[in-house]
């Protein structure tokens, strides 16, 4: 078995910052790529940020300069600092992570956190 638990969402004021985190546990032997979705009501899921096994980092441009993804391979951590948060960032941020357990690697994910901010 295999659970990402997101945390750190929350209410905030446009402006303001928060910080998600998410922990990957159970029987792992190895993490890939982590990343950070999210999905407005009524909307698709979209990507926020992928950070690689090493470190490399993707964004999707709207995000870019305002939000960082960092991770910590041996706590099997990945975050989301967001920074200069808008109304439209209001959504559930999911995490994802592609996970190699013993000989298979799947990809999973969180149940989600709520982020939803204030004008």
């Known amino acids: 078995q295999v659970q990402l638990v997101e945390s750190g969402g929350g209410l905030v004021q446009a402006g303001g910052s928060l910080r998600l985190s998410c922990a990957a546990s159970?029987?792992?032997?190895?993490?890939?790529?982590m990343g950070w979705y999210r999905q407005a009501p009524g909307k698709q899921r979209e990507l926020v940020a992928r950070?690689?096994?090493?470190?490399?980092?993707k964004y999707v441009d709207s995000m870019k300069g305002r939000f960082t993804i960092s991770r910590d391979n041996a706590k099997n951590m990945v975050y989301l600092q967001m920074n200069s948060l808008k109304p439209e960032d209001t959504a559930v941020y999911y995490c994802?992570?592609?996970?190699?357990?013993?000989?298979?690697?799947?990809?999973?994910w969180g149940l989600g956190t709520q982020v939803t901010v204030s004008s």
């Open positions: 994802n992570a592609e996970i190699v357990r013993g000989f298979t690697r799947g990809d999973y």
């Open positions: 159970g029987s792992i032997f190895s993490i890939n790529a």
């Open positions: 950070i690689s096994s090493v470190g490399s980092t």
